[in-house]
């Protein structure tokens, strides 16, 4: 007996000798197989077993052996739990299915389940099994074929089978009439154009006495509301026929969930003493769907939703999730103010909760209610700040969500405070957000300047090495544009900061260091500020006034600190440190120009670096050891021009749009190379904000243009997209529209004029030929010039009878005209000529007068007064205008800048100025404007100039037209 039950089943894991086809065939069952996958010590093991049972496996469905085919499907679904591949086992599902015994199709249903997928094309294959277990009298057989069809159905499939799963929804047995709901369901999600035929059919359902059937048919309504939402056609003016037919429902729900607050205890459906929680959820979800945008109904429901938030239960999990969908449903539906308060507040009792779900769960939701009644949420602000201190970090990180939307102008201080306070204890990869988010919260609602200083120090203090360069440059903008006093505090604060750091901060050294060399000087004077007494609420002082004193420092010692930042943080940073560290070198050199011994250490630290690999820093180095050698290297390292953040702004906008492809570089609203926007987008924005409104009084084109873009060269050197104007009645020329404008009438033709020896008019006249020999017969002038003088006996001019000379005073005559040895007297030219192009003028420097100057005053405001004086360089129209600058302010002023612009009948060159800081003193800046009117004797010079400067950290800014030349300019 022992040696035939040896030989009938032999072991697997020993080879047999005997090719008797029945016991190479046999394979394992479930249970042997599991205990030997567990009996495997190594993962090599584990997958020699599988291997091996599943070349069995194949074995046997190529042998067609019907009699393992239960078992086999069974192995292979615990395989592909443990994740080996078994898609060679689909179509044994699909042959199990076909079985008319249960057992073997509840198998193969459930590996259809597990091993094929909705895209599997064997799929296809069971749709005619599938009607055919549908129409099964067996209601578990059925029961199997509803849940495929719940799970793996496809579009064609449902079409296909959706009028089965219909007639089940009417079965006298609640088994099915759940589960084709769940099946309708998956149907409906596949083919949303058959959500219309079967709404109505649905509304009986409501009246089923099973809470299973219950709970599916009302997820079964949820999800065709989900399906018509997402659908065009339908939005909140035009609801869709199933929100219509089911916004009648909603006194059933009402009184549906109304019944299950107030019923007794019902072990059938009692979960920690909440009757049916389920049900209650589902039915909040879908009031909440019907609710949404619409009063009436919202109005139906917020007695029970009341209800619901007062009387449910919160000591266990079935009644905070009851409470947390009441809360959605409060907040998206039109309720009351009182019910939406009501729910902020269960948010707040859920913070309060020990288990870190729910209290995730309340801070999440808080963030996005946190918009529409922010006053309540603002009642758990302690609350949500206490959650930045919880070990949890995605605790931590919702409430610092929340808290970002909580700042406002009362809280900003308490609040920021606590930002910084998690900055220190959060992880290194989220510091980088933090300090932008910091940043935008200064920024927007700072109180005031020393605490935004303040703020931002200690912020780059915390975590100056993670945050980013718009961060860094942030803080230095706005250092910049502050007050002195301001200025002189944040650089002795920041000296302090970097000589406490390690050189790991590089944020806060890049910012120390820039200011350190922009304002170094107010290092060497002391510093006196007071922080304001503080009270609270009440009125009751909470801290009192204190007065704070930075001594002055030593040039030698602020040189030191820089030196020592720079060394510190050379092992954590690249040369960005340096680099900034060596153009602090070069203005700490003019800070210090009165230390020669500071300013010879200053010149040697820059030097030192010529040798560096970095290009960008021995380019520093050399050039900023030029620089320091050179005489005016003052008004080079002065003090940065203030940058104008609107300015910033509208040139970060166009690159952005540039960037993204919605603008061309000369569209309107694109920023000119002088920083102002073209006249269609300044009107827009602010009239008299740029100067480039000039462009609707000199920009338009003749009436007869058409009405687009043409391009029109500027003759001031820009060159701008200008918009046609609309064709108009009367023509008007450019000067006369500038007339209007200024209030000033068209300058009238200067006289002509002699000077003495031969001069010309100013009306063109063509070049004589130098090298004929025969009299050359000019035209005759509009008024009479005085006859040439022949001095050598030269062929002379004929002209008309001279007449006495007129307007002499302010003519200059030119080189060439006074030249004894010209053959004949010079024709006026359009460009100047220089006195160095005749060596015998040179000799004769009497015989040439200086030209006379026409001094314009221009404006006289804050401190600052500007005058054009004006010179004639020739008789074509070119002139010279110095613009001189003087101090009036009793104050150095800085960030000097003039812009101009003028009609479009002229031309203009302008050079930079002298200098843009203005000292005291009789001393003046100048800057060199030339100008050609090229309408010269028709129409007057006139033009318009934008100031802006700075004194004492206030900007200035004023606009003036001078309309006032001179005639003949």
């Keep these: 007996l022992q040696r035939l039950q040896h030989t009938t089943t032999p072991s697997p894991l020993r080879p047999n000798n005997n090719n008797h086809p029945k016991r190479t065939t046999m394979s394992l069952k479930l249970r042997d197989l599991i205990r030997q996958v567990r009996a495997c010590k190594t993962a090599a093991e584990e997958r020699s077993v599988i291997a091996r049972e599943s070349a069995m496996i194949r074995t046997c469905i190529r042998d067609e052996k019907d009699q393992y085919r ?85 579009a064609d499939m449902s079409r296909d089978l959706v009028t089965e799963v219909e007639k089940h929804l009417k079965s006298s047995y609640p088994y099915l009439r759940k589960k084709a709901c769940l099946a309708m369901s998956r149907c409906l999600i596949k083919v949303p154009e058959m959500v219309e035929d079967f709404t109505e059919k649905f509304v009986t359902l409501l009246k089923d006495r099973s809470h299973g059937v219950l709970v599916t048919i009302v997820q079964l309504m949820t999800q065709v509301m989900l399906l018509e939402s997402s659908q065009e056609e339908y939005d909140e003016a035009n609801y869709g026929p199933a929100r219509i037919a089911f916004a009648k429902l909603v006194p059933t729900l009402v009184k549906m969930l109304r019944s299950l607050l107030t019923s007794g205890y019902n072990p059938e459906y009692d979960v920690g003493g909440i009757t049916d929680p389920f049900l209650q959820v589902q039915i909040l979800t879908l009031l909440r769907l019907l609710g949404k945008n619409d009063q009436e109904t919202s109005d139906e429901m917020n007695d029970v939703l009341a209800q619901v938030a007062t009387n449910t239960e919160t000591s266990k999990n079935a009644g905070n999730a009851i409470l947390y969908e009441c809360v959605q449903t409060i907040m998206t539906v039109e309720s009351e103010d009182s019910l939406r308060t009501l729910a902020v507040n269960i948010l707040g009792r859920f913070l309060l909760n020990r288990d870190n779900n729910i209290r995730y769960v309340a801070l999440n939701t808080l963030a996005h209610v946190v918009g529409q009644d922010s006053t309540a949420v603002q009642r758990h602000r302690s609350t949500i700040v206490d959650c930045l201190k919880d070990p949890d970090v995605s605790i931590r990180q919702r409430a610092l969500e929340l808290i970002y939307h909580l700042v406002n102008n009362e809280n900003v201080e308490t609040l920021t405070a606590e930002l910084l306070n998690y900055l220190v204890v959060c992880p290194q990869e989220h510091r980088g957000e933090i300090c932008t988010r910091v940043l935008k919260v200064v920024d927007r609602f700072s109180p005031e300047d020393r605490w935004r200083v303040d703020t931002l120090i200690t912020m780059l203090t915390i975590a100056g090495k993670e945050c980013n360069q718009k961060v860094q440059s942030a803080s230095i903008v706005y250092i910049s544009r502050s007050a002195e006093h301001i200025r002189a505090y944040s650089t002795h604060k920041l000296l302090k900061a970097i000589r406490d750091d390690d050189g790991t901060q590089t944020g806060l050294l890049v910012v120390g260091i820039w200011c350190i060399g922009e304002f170094g000087d107010m290092l060497l004077q002391p510093h006196t500020y007071t922080i304001p007494a503080k009270t609270d609420d009440e009125g009751n002082i909470t801290c009192e006034e204190i007065t704070i004193t930075c001594e002055a420092m030593d040039a030698e010692m602020v040189v030191d600190t820089v030196q020592k930042a720079v060394k510190d943080a050379r092992p954590f940073s690249t040369e960005s440190v340096t680099q900034r560290a060596l153009t602090c070198y070069a203005k700490l050199s003019e800070r210090f120009a009165n230390i020669p011994e500071v300013s010879s250490r200053l010149e040697q630290l820059v030097k030192k670096h010529k040798g560096s690999q970095s290009v960008e820093t021995q380019l520093r180095s050399c050039e900023y050891g030029a620089l320091m050698g050179l005489s005016g290297k003052a008004e080079t390292l002065a003090r940065m021009p203030v940058v104008e953040l609107e300015v910033l702004y509208r040139r970060q906008k166009l690159h952005a749009v540039e960037e993204n492809g919605a603008a061309s570089p000369q569209k309107e609203g694109a920023i000119s190379s002088n920083g102002f926007a073209p006249a269609a987008a300044a009107a827009a924005n602010n009239n008299a904000s740029s100067l480039l409104d000039l462009d609707d009084i000199f920009g338009s084109v003749p009436a007869a243009a058409t009405p687009s873009a043409v391009p029109v060269a500027q003759e001031n050197g820009n060159d701008q997209m200008r918009e046609a104007a609309e064709p108009k009645a009367s023509l008007q020329s450019d000067v006369d529209l500038l007339s209007d404008i200024f209030s000033a009438p068209p300058a009238s033709a200067a006289p002509p004029s002699n000077f003495g020896m031969g001069l010309t008019s100013t009306t063109a006249q063509p070049q004589p030929d130098l090298f004929s020999s025969q009299p050359v017969q000019m035209p005759q002038p509009s008024a009479a010039a005085a006859a040439p003088v022949d001095l050598f006996g030269q062929p002379t001019v004929t002209s008309a009878a001279p007449s006495p000379a007129l307007g002499m005073t302010n003519m200059a005559p030119s080189a060439a005209s006074l030249d004894p040895f010209a053959a004949f007297p010079a024709a006026p030219t359009p460009a100047p000529i220089s006195n160095s192009n005749n060596g015998f003028m040179n000799a004769m420097p009497a015989a040439v007068p200086e030209p006379s100057k026409d001094v314009v005053s221009v404006l006289d405001k804050d401190g600052l007064q500007l005058e054009f004086e004006c010179s004639k360089l020739n008789d074509g129209g070119q002139s010279e205008v110095v613009a001189k600058f003087t101090n009036k302010a009793g104050t150095p002023i800085h960030g000097m800048n003039l812009q101009c612009a003028v009609p479009k009948y002229i031309t203009m060159e302008m050079q930079p100025p002298s200098s843009t800081s203005i000292p005291l003193g009789p001393n003046k800046v100048t800057q060199k404007i030339k100008v050609t009117n090229n309408m010269l004797g028709k129409k007057n010079l006139m033009m318009k100039v934008k100031l802006s400067f700075t004194v004492n950290g206030q900007k200035f800014e004023h606009m003036s037209t001078c309309s006032s030349f001179p005639s003949g300019y």
Excluded: W
């Excluded at 091993?115 to 209601?139: G, Q, Y």
């Design 70 to 154: 239960h078992r086999n499907v069974a192995k292979l679904l615990f395989m592909h739990m443990l994740g080996y591949p078994t898609h060679f086992g689909q179509l044994e599902c699909l042959k199990l299915i076909a079985s008319p015994h249960f057992p073997e199709k509840r198998i193969g249903y459930l590996g259809l389940l597990l091993l094929l997928s909705e895209e599997a094309d064997v799929l296809m294959l069971a749709t005619n099994s599938l009607k055919n277990d549908l129409n099964n009298s067996n209601r578990f057989i059925a029961g199997l074929a509803l849940c495929t069809i719940g799970n793996l159905a496809t």
